[in-house]
């Protein structure tokens, strides 16, 4: 009897501890629709319509840029391109709304209007870059990004 109630604090901390564990690695890990990650927006599944374009990386100097746009279409009032931006010294230490413009066919220049992503610094940066469009539709956009180790990166696509 003596040994058992030895054990009982013993057997209390490890079934705590069980439970904690099961708690906290247990149930289903992805994040909840509607709550924060911590991280920028995945951009949608192939079912977006503006989903199908090309994904370009610039690998101009030290830093590797890449831009997938994955909400670009006459049918979307935000254009919406993801971008990734990587490099192995120095820090990334850009304003990404200042930094990027989007050019079309006919020369219109687009500011972003939100960089929902990464802040400066670091090595790696990843986020989504929209801007506003306008009512008349461009066969063709070219995001410039400026300044980033080289004077200007050019991703271009026509739209579908």
Not at 54 to 59: A, G, H, K, N, R
Not at 106 to 127: F, L, Q, V
Request: charged share 15%; hydrophobic share 40%.
């Amino acid at each position: 009897m003596e040994k058992t109630k030895n054990n009982v604090p013993l057997l209390v901390i490890g079934g705590a501890i069980i439970v904690a564990l099961f708690l906290a690695y247990g149930q289903n890990s992805q994040p909840q629709p509607g709550s924060s990650s911590g991280f920028p927006p995945e951009p949608p599944a192939q079912s977006s319509v503006g989903a199908g374009y090309e994904e370009i990386t610039d690998s101009q100097g030290i830093v590797a840029v890449t831009v997938t746009p994955f909400q670009l279409s006459a049918a979307d009032s935000v254009w919406k391109f993801k971008v990734v931006l990587d490099v192995h010294s120095g820090s990334l230490d850009q304003d990404m709304l200042t930094t990027a413009v989007l050019v079309d066919d006919s020369n219109r220049i687009y500011r972003p209007t939100k960089w929902d992503g990464a802040p400066p610094g670091g090595h790696h940066r990843e986020g989504v870059l929209s801007f506003m469009t306008s009512t008349s539709v461009p066969k063709q956009v070219q995001l410039k990004i400026l300044n980033i180790d080289v004077p200007e990166r050019n991703f271009t696509w026509t739209l579908k």
